[in-house]
């Protein structure tokens, strides 16, 4: 038996468990304090997202490039079609690493233009 009567580590095991108690807190403060950082961040952000589209406007979507093989099945044409249709000016396009790209909205506003224009000629005859 110990000479102060108890276990011969029990002093030591109640000062480990002090420390490490103590470096617990300390963590937990640090974190605290980061996680308190990140959600002040976060609601700058928003603020700042909410003032973007604050007048009830709608966000852009992000447009979205086609291929040669997308096009011509959204507009039921062959590919062969989609390349007259570019050397004749009728669909903008874009070539980027030899691959020949549509962007989704132009093509929209290509069909939109032309229905018009059809529905013009058809309704003055």
């Given at each position: 038996?110990?000479?102060?009567?108890?276990?011969?580590?029990?002093?030591?095991?109640?000062?480990?468990?002090?420390k490490?108690?103590?470096?617990?807190?300390?963590l937990?403060?640090?974190?605290?304090?980061?996680?308190?950082?990140?959600?002040?961040r976060?609601?700058?952000?928003?603020?700042?997202?909410?003032?973007?589209?604050?007048?009830?406007?709608?966000?852009?979507?992000?447009?979205?490039?086609?291929?040669?093989?997308?096009?011509?099945?959204?507009?039921?044409?062959?590919r062969?079609?989609?390349?007259?249709?570019?050397?004749?000016?009728?669909?903008?396009?874009?070539?980027?690493?030899?691959?020949?790209?549509?962007k989704?909205?132009?093509?929209?506003?290509?069909?939109?233009?032309?229905?018009?224009?059809?529905?013009?000629?058809?309704?003055?005859?």
């Open positions: 038996m110990h000479a102060t009567g108890g276990a011969p580590f029990e002093g030591i095991e109640q000062r480990y468990q002090l490490t108690m103590s470096k617990y807190n300390e937990k403060t640090k974190d605290d304090a980061w996680m308190q950082s990140v959600h002040e976060i609601d700058r952000l928003s603020a700042m997202i909410d003032g973007i589209f604050g007048d009830g406007a709608v966000p852009p979507k992000e447009d979205v490039y086609l291929c040669d093989k997308e096009v011509a099945c959204m507009l039921k044409v062959s062969r079609t989609l390349g007259e249709y570019r050397s004749n000016g009728t669909l903008p396009y874009y070539v980027l690493g030899g691959k020949v790209l549509y989704r909205s132009e093509i929209e506003q290509v069909l939109e233009r032309e229905y018009r224009c059809v529905g013009k000629t058809r309704g003055s005859g």
